[in-house]
């Protein structure tokens, strides 16, 4: 699961930066040459905890719960062709010394076959798994890019970069810049909605 955890990541920073660099592009409004005191200044540049979107956005947790409930199935259905392989193997050898060559062969061919049969069913099971963590990646960073851009555009941010622990790519960043809770807020009851 750690591995879904890294795509998570990796497809939420790519997601976030691709909004930010479309929100950056478009056209500047005219604005005045002077601004007034009372005019308060509102960051054009914002940042999201990675790590908290991570853990907290439930479509997120949803993924992970399916992808988890899926590799148990898989894994179980797999070891249970290996056990049902091991009992045949284990009956063979308690047997063999009763059995004639041809008899002795013959099993022997048999359970190589199945054995063979059997590993390649778990490596397809695997190669599944896989690409439905790939796929269910992908779901979740089409859903994280298009709320992330309309997000930007509603806050009037020209930019939203993520921070995450560990990662180098953003080592400081004022507080005041932290819009997650926000984010975090309207992208978990966009996905309420569209749950519905």
Same mark, same amino acid.
């Given at each position: 699961?750690?591995?879904?955890?890294?795509?998570?990541?990796?497809?939420?920073?790519?997601?976030?930066?691709? =909004?930010?660099?479309?929100?950056?592009?478009?056209?500047? !409004?005219?604005?005045?040459?002077?601004?007034?005191?009372?005019?308060?200044?509102? !960051?054009?540049?914002?940042?999201?905890?990675?790590?908290?979107?991570?853990?907290?956005?439930?479509?997120?947790?949803?993924?992970?719960?399916?992808?988890?409930?899926? =590799?148990?199935?898989? *894994?179980?259905?797999?070891? =249970?062709?290996?056990?049902?392989?091991?009992?045949?193997?284990?009956?063979?050898?308690?047997?063999?010394?009763?059995?004639?060559?041809?008899?002795?062969?013959?099993?022997?061919?048999?359970?190589?076959?199945? =054995? *063979?049969?059997?590993?390649?069913?778990?490596?397809?099971?695997?190669?599944?798994?896989?690409?439905?963590?790939?796929?269910?990646?992908?779901?979740?960073?089409?859903?994280?890019?298009?709320?992330?851009?309309?997000?930007?555009?509603?806050?009037?941010?020209?930019?939203?970069?993520?921070?995450?622990?560990?990662?180098?790519?953003?080592?400081?960043?004022?507080?005041?810049?932290?819009?997650?809770?926000?984010?975090?807020?309207?992208?978990?009851?966009?996905?309420?909605?569209?749950?519905?």
């Amino acid at each position: 699961m750690k591995t879904s955890a890294s795509i998570i990541t990796k497809i939420a920073l790519g997601a976030l930066l691709a =909004g930010s660099i479309v929100a950056c592009n478009q056209n500047k !409004p005219a604005t005045p040459a002077t601004p007034t005191a009372a005019t308060t200044v509102k !960051p054009e540049i914002v940042y999201i905890n990675e790590d908290t979107v991570n853990t907290k956005y439930n479509a997120s947790i949803d993924m992970r719960k399916r992808l988890e409930d899926k =590799g148990k199935t898989m *894994q179980n259905d797999v070891g =249970g062709k290996r056990q049902a392989l091991q009992r045949q193997i284990a009956d063979y050898q308690k047997n063999a010394s009763t059995m004639s060559a041809d008899q002795r062969q013959t099993t022997e061919q048999r359970l190589q076959r199945e =054995g *063979q049969t059997e590993q390649s069913y778990e490596q397809n099971a695997s190669a599944q798994m896989q690409t439905a963590q790939a796929d269910e990646s992908k779901k979740l960073y089409e859903k994280v890019y298009e709320f992330t851009k309309q997000y930007a555009k509603e806050n009037g941010y020209k930019m939203v970069l993520t921070f995450q622990t560990g990662n180098a790519q953003l080592l400081y960043a004022d507080p005041s810049l932290d819009v997650t809770a926000d984010y975090l807020k309207k992208l978990n009851d966009a996905y309420a909605k569209e749950k519905k």
